[in-house]
Structures are given as structure tokens and as C-alpha cells.
């Protein structure tokens, strides 16, 4: 009812509805699959980040480089490239991965960078 206590009439939509959800739906359809891809992204470059992490803190105990690597590759995401260098004073650890959704082979790939850097105890330079 409205306020002057008559019925309000209810006319059809005519099919509007269905019209403004087939625009709308493959915007929402992109919109999705942005917000996943970015959310792969966003945890590759958190498992850099990781792996580089844990990649310097082995190599500035003394760890050698070659197992440094391998353990640092298996904590990485697939197909990563590392870089570890030790010196008197610090030890870095490169981390870098490039990736692209699973179900978007014909997208461009996005590199994941991280580095590490830590404090090389007394003897590990070797």
C-alpha cells in the first residue's frame, strides 16, 4: 500500500532483469578471476619470502651453498631461480619464480622476487 492507502501497481520488468545480469555476469566472471590470480601471486611471493629467509639463516651458520640451495628450491615455488652468495660479513639468498594461472596458459607470467640477507657467523665464510 502506499501512503495515501491505494494499492501500488506492479508492472512486469519485461525481461530487464535477464538483460542487465548477462552484462553483468562475465564482468563479474573477470573480476573473480583477477582477485584469485592475484591471491596465487600474492602466496608465491609469500613462499620466496620464506624460503628466503630460511635460505640465509642455513648458509650464515655455515651450511653448505649446494644444501643451502636444495633446501631452499624445495621450500620455493616450482621452477624457482636462486642465488645464494656468503661473504665475511653478510650471506643473501636471491629468490625469484615465474608464474601464471593454471587455467590461464595464453596469460603473461608474473615474477616473484625475494631476498634474505643475514649476518655471517665467525667460520662459516668457508
Do not use: F, N
Not at 601471486?41 to 635460505?55: I, K, S, W
Not at 649446494?66 to 639468498?93: D, I, K
Amino acid at each position: 500500500m502506499t501512503p495515501g492507502g491505494t494499492v501500488a501497481s506492479v508492472r512486469p520488468s519485461k525481461g530487464s532483469v535477464t538483460a542487465e545480469t548477462a552484462v553483468v555476469l562475465p564482468a563479474v566472471v573477470v573480476m573473480l578471476a583477477a582477485a584469485l590470480w592475484a591471491v596465487a601471486a600474492v602466496g608465491a611471493q609469500l613462499e620466496c619470502v620464506d624460503a628466503a629467509r630460511a635460505g640465509a639463516r642455513a648458509a650464515s651458520r655455515g651450511e653448505s651453498l649446494e644444501r643451502v640451495r636444495g633446501g631452499v628450491l624445495a621450500a620455493a615455488p616450482a621452477g624457482a631461480h636462486v642465488v645464494v652468495t656468503r661473504s665475511v660479513e653478510v650471506t643473501r639468498v636471491e629468490v625469484s619464480a615465474s608464474i601464471r594461472p593454471h587455467w590461464g596458459a595464453s596469460l603473461p607470467a608474473v615474477t616473484v622476487r625475494a631476498t634474505a640477507v643475514s649476518a655471517t657467523e665467525p667460520g662459516a665464510e668457508r
